[in-house]
């Protein structure tokens, strides 16, 4: 065979497998994609959602005796009627002071082909209201739930230093309760609760635009990667402890519409990983046949398109047992696993078609660079990229420099070498 059918062959081959590679990519994402959405909601019934805790809402009710005057008509006659009614009226206020404590404990479950940022939290919240009306009145203090379907264990508020929790009857995820007010009262509130939820929690200080008096939230961790919601403000001060960090957010005085929040570290998704190495997996082929074609060339060894067909195949096997054993095992245990078998593939047939030293020396360090390396660099979140073109820049170089002096025209048109057949010696 000439070098030119060779070189189609073995384009025929690469083609292929890289059909086979975006297939099998597409699969990944299905299986991901749908064990997500089948189980995303039975654990969020188990552990709870994505929860976000409003500020107490408070309301300032009072009642005043007003005059009205309307027109009747008696008799033909129409007559002006004044009377004295009571009016309601109604005011929203925010606290004179908020003081919380917010402790965030990670706790990461894996179900199929995903991982899951499930916390649990420990909340508790202490506000005062100033009551600057003249006039006395009743207050209506009402508590959202941040998940009107989770699980809040001791759960306890108490206003005006009563505890109301025994009376506090949830209604629609909500608690209202009332308590008589008078001019220049302080009326301190308190709040707690252990409960779960899942990704990212977060403190809504006020409905839209809020001026926050005399504000404190501190915050701990048990999980060193910590990372903020979109539109949320960053932490007034932060010191790392010995398993995650301390944050305080401290206002004297401050007008925003922009939450507090941490979002849960997440880690890598098999499913998505699997998706990912599959899809870029003819980069990482494309650069081991053209070092193997090199060598072959340059040594002058004949190594068949059928040969890279198998070698391809050998490379395939890696990425189709790491796509349907990272569901049954560990991350890492499957990358080994797959590495391991896809590299005895390669070396245990090139043993037999070239020679040993070429096995387990040229091909299997090219298996390791190309295919293991490359897969290595997806592990490296915002480094891929760079990895990948290092690779790439470095293969260029080495292939350069391999090849400057072959010539290619009458490389292209020489036959490939016939292997040599052992014969016996005979005798006479």
């Known amino acids: 065979m000439s070098s030119a ?3 189609v062959g073995i384009i025929f081959v690469f083609g292929v497998v890289s059909i086979a590679w975006v297939v099998l990519g597409g699969i990944m994402l299905s299986r991901s994609s749908t064990q ?43 007559r002006i009627v004044r009377r004295v009614e009571r009016v309601h009226h109604t005011k929203n206020l925010m606290p004179a002071s908020t003081k919380l404590g917010v402790d965030l404990t990670l706790d990461q479950r894996l179900k199929g082909l995903v991982w899951y940022s499930l916390y649990n939290v420990d909340f508790k919240g202490a506000w005062e209201y100033q009551h600057r009306e003249p006039i006395p009145g009743q207050l209506e203090v009402t508590f959202n ?34 308590v008589e007010v008078q001019p220049g009262q302080r009326i301190p509130i308190e709040i707690g609760y252990r ?51 301390a944050l305080e957010w401290k206002f004297a005085r401050a007008v925003t519409g922009q939450q507090i929040g941490m979002v849960m570290p997440a880690r890598i ?39 890279y067909f198998f070698l391809a195949s050998a490379f395939f096997a890696f990425h189709l047992l790491f796509g349907y054993s990272v569901d049954h ?61 290092v690779l790439s820049v470095l293969t260029l170089f080495l292939l350069m420099q391999l090849t400057g002096r072959i010539r290619w025209g009458e490389t292209a048109g020489r036959k490939a070498p016939t292997p040599a057949v052992a014969t016996a010696a005979v005798t006479p």
């Open 329 to 389: 095992i560990q991350l890492i245990p499957a990358f080994v696993l797959s590495s391991a078998v896809s590299i005895i593939l390669v070396v245990s047939y090139l043993r037999l078609v070239v020679s040993p030293r070429f096995a387990f020396v040229e091909a299997a360090l090219a298996q390791l660079v190309y295919l293991v390396g490359f897969s290595l660099a997806h592990f490296w979140d915002g480094y891929t990229g760079l990895t990948v073109t």
């Open 145 to 178: 739930f941040p998940d009107a379907s989770g699980i809040y264990d001791n759960f306890r508020i108490a206003v005006d230093k009563t505890d109301r929790g025994r009376d506090a009857t949830p209604v629609d995820g909500r608690v209202s309760l009332f």
């Open 195 to 245: 409960s779960r939820g899942m990704d990212q929690w977060r403190y809504v200080p006020a409905p839209g635009v809020g001026n926050l008096e005399d504000f404190t939230l501190a915050m701990t961790t048990d999980f060193k990667a910590i990372d903020f919601p979109a539109n949320t403000m960053s932490p007034s001060t932060r010191s790392e402890t010995a398993t995650g960090h």
């Open 5 to 7: 059918k060779r070189v």
């Open 36 to 78: 997500s959405g089948q189980l995303r909601g039975s654990v969020s019934e188990l552990w709870g959602s994505p929860q976000s805790q409003q500020a107490p809402a408070l309301v300032f009710h009072w009642d005043t005796m007003e005059e009205r005057t309307s027109t009747e008509t008696q008799d033909g006659r129409e």
């Open 269 to 307: 998704q098999p499913g998505e990983m699997a998706a990912q190495l599959s899809f870029s997996a003819p980069i990482s082929l494309l650069f081991f046949f053209l070092l193997m074609f090199v060598l072959a060339t340059l040594r002058n060894i004949d190594i068949h398109p059928i040969n």
